[in-house]
């Protein structure tokens, strides 16, 4: 594919996404959304980032992060029940809140299926509430686009826990599979020692080979969206894929310091969007 000086504009735009105040891999709403969306992504996104903060930051005890989290309940039922009505559904608010509720009490995860329940909630309705932001007819009426959906924010949700395994045990979390764990061989002993042997590199490599074939399950998402939609959303995916190489080209060693996408990366990224690599395209260096 040939690169013009339009792609160059793009790309341009792409990497200048907008800080909402957290660190993150992936970029929340580009420049590359249009205007009269920006605000609603961003709102969106604002009211996930402070739910999971009361799941996961500061020093409450159990039941004040539980407390806290039950006044977006009761919010949401006021919103509900309200002569005004919604903009937006407020099934994946609840499903949100489900999510970080379960954050403050449960700490493993028996299977891979019950991890990915955890990302029904946690992370399919940003996606969901992203794509009823834009109202696209085509997608309202495919399930098969909201599955798409559904992968990619799976396969990011998923990408976020395997570069932050040494993080979310500080937190007393772990999310990897107990039975994925078991199958390779690999205690909750080297998490804590952050021990990264041919146990933990094959473990690793099997769950960033399962993230990445979510992210490829997602594509066909892009072809049935705007222009500017459908080039933040490759954007999104290169971001994901671009966390997979790193963490693979580190063979798993995610323990020795985090990984954090360089300014280097995020040009990549946006090169990615407009030109997408190969499947047989080389890992990112470490």
């Not at 990497?15 to 969306?37: D, L, T, W």
């Not at 309940?73 to 099934?91: H, S």
């Not at 020692?193 to 399962?210: I, S």
């Not at 954090?260 to 407009?274: E, K, N, S, Y």
Request: net charge positive; with cysteine.
């Amino acid at each position: 594919m040939w690169l013009s000086s339009s792609h160059y504009f793009v790309i341009t735009f792409l990497v200048q996404h907008v800080s909402v105040g957290h660190y993150e891999n992936f970029p929340v709403a580009s420049k590359m959304v249009p205007a009269r969306y920006r605000g609603a992504i961003v709102a969106i996104y604002r009211f996930a980032r402070a739910t999971d903060d009361i799941a996961d930051e500061g020093d409450r005890d159990v039941s004040a992060r539980l407390a806290a989290l039950e006044s977006y309940q009761k919010a949401l039922d006021v919103i509900e029940r309200g002569d005004t009505p919604t903009l937006l559904p407020l099934g994946p608010f609840r499903d949100l809140l489900s999510a970080f509720t379960q954050d403050v009490t449960v700490k493993r995860y028996a299977t891979f299926a019950d991890l990915l329940d955890y990302c029904r909630r946690s992370a399919n309705p940003i996606g969901r509430l992203v794509l009823a932001v834009y109202g696209v007819p085509a997608v309202v009426q495919s399930p098969a686009l909201f599955a798409a959906s559904d992968a990619i924010c799976t396969a990011l949700q998923l990408t976020n826990f395997w570069q932050d395994v040494a993080a979310d045990f500080q937190r007393g979390r772990i999310y990897v599979p107990q039975e994925d764990m078991a199958r390779f061989d690999v205690a909750e002993s080297q998490i804590a020692d952050g021990r990264a042997d041919e146990k933990w590199r094959a473990l690793l490599a099997f769950e960033t080979a399962r993230a990445r074939a979510l992210l490829d399950a997602g594509r066909p998402l892009t072809r049935a969206l705007p222009f500017r939609l459908a080039l933040e959303l490759k954007a999104i995916i290169a971001g994901g894929l671009r966390v997979l190489d790193r963490i693979d080209a580190r063979n798993g060693d995610v323990f020795k310091a985090p990984l954090r996408l360089t300014t280097h990366d995020w040009i990549a990224v946006a090169f990615r969007a407009v030109v997408p690599r190969r499947a047989s395209s080389p890992p990112a260096s470490p």
